[in-house]
């Protein structure tokens, strides 16, 4: 865990300001673990420095209501009235944690937008990692790489990995491989996919299609609080398929590949078939006209398919509200061109910049 000392940041020209982070925390189960959580946040509302020497500082931090099984609203409720930089944000009804989450994003006013579990398995110390990896590297999304096994059983880990690699692979789902819930957003990226977002879109998916360099940053993920799991076998499966469902149209192209190599296999049956017939009488009655019938007839339904397949995927991703683009400011006038570090003088108690 890298920890990061409370500072003054200052300039020549008077105080450099800090990079503001908000914090959206989705809560379905979190009557447990919150508090615990919101004390480990409450010291990096005061300006700190990052281990790369970059100001920052959090200036709120939302918790997002899913209405789950257990009494987190009268938790959150008295967090709110405990810790002056908590706000609440109430959901009509359990919509899931991307929904909770892009909740959170929409309504959250900072600079920078980081995304955590309520379950305390990921460091609030470990932010100015993300943040140091943003800046260094110009990425608008920063996500938590994890250099243990999460804490899950192997069989939960071992799924979590095939099915990313699967989604990467197979369904155009980009870099899949590296999507956990522990995340920095440029907040006018977050914000942005929090407007367009359609129903069941999957968070991650949506942020790919307008988000400009992705990377990773290196943390250490710690045991889940004292609360059950909240995701089941079943709601896990429904959580990949809704990432392939939303991770583009390769899917459907992959129909119509189906229906070329049908009818190519078709092709060739027959032209085999039929030197076979000439030169020999191996081959049963019926049994080729048959064959031959059926692959180039499945070929062509699969084929048929993929092309309408094709048609719905293009009206697929404006139900999802897939952007042809995204209008946004010069980044170096955001707080991507603020990669001013600062300089911590101890004896001084604060920070000043090199000049």
């Not at 899913?66 to 009268?74: C, E, I, K, L, T």
């Not at 896990?236 to 990432?243: D, N, Q, V, Y």
Request: proline share 6%; aromatic share 8%.
């Amino acid at each position: 865990m890298i920890k990061s000392s409370t500072v003054r940041h200052e300039t020549e020209s008077g105080d450099q300001k800090p990079h503001e982070i908000s914090i959206v925390v989705p809560v379905y189960q979190g009557e447990r673990t919150l508090a615990a959580l919101m004390a480990e946040i409450a010291p990096l509302t005061s300006v700190q420095v990052s281990p790369a020497g970059y100001p920052w500082v959090v200036k709120e931090t939302l918790l997002v209501f899913d209405n789950g099984p257990d009494d987190s609203a009268a938790v959150i409720r008295d967090l709110t009235v405990e810790h002056p930089f908590v706000r609440a944000v109430w959901l009509s009804k359990n919509s899931g944690q991307h929904a909770a989450t892009l909740a959170g994003m929409a309504s959250a006013g900072s600079e920078w937008i980081v995304t955590l579990d309520e379950d305390g398995q990921h460091d609030p110390a470990d932010i100015p990692v993300l943040l140091d990896t943003a800046l260094t590297e110009q990425a608008s999304v920063v996500y938590a790489k994890p250099v243990n096994p999460p804490p899950h059983g192997w069989l939960r880990n071992t799924a979590s990995v095939g099915a990313k690699i699967v989604l990467s692979r197979l369904a155009g789902g980009g870099n899949a491989s590296s999507f956990q819930s522990f995340r920095l957003i440029l907040g006018s990226v977050a914000r942005s996919v929090a407007a367009y977002s359609g129903s069941g879109v999957y968070l991650d998916i949506a942020m790919s299609w307008i988000a400009g360099k992705v990377s990773t940053a290196p943390v250490t993920l710690r045991a889940e609080g004292d609360r059950p799991s909240g995701y089941s076998a079943r709601r896990l499966f429904g959580h990949f398929w809704r990432m392939v469902l939303t991770s583009g149209t390769r899917g459907l192209r992959i129909v119509s590949f189906l229906g070329v190599l049908f009818a190519v296999v078709g092709i060739f049956v027959a032209v085999y078939i039929l030197l076979a017939r000439l030169t020999t009488s191996t081959v049963p009655d019926g049994w080729a006209s048959t064959i031959v019938v059926v692959l180039l007839g499945t070929g062509a339904i699969l084929f048929s398919l993929g092309v309408i397949a094709e048609y719905i995927g293009i009206n697929v991703n404006m139900a999802m509200g897939k952007p042809p683009y995204l209008i946004t400011t010069d980044p170096a006038l955001g707080p991507l061109g603020r990669a001013h570090r600062a300089v911590a003088t101890e004896s001084l108690g604060h920070v000043r910049l090199p000049e």
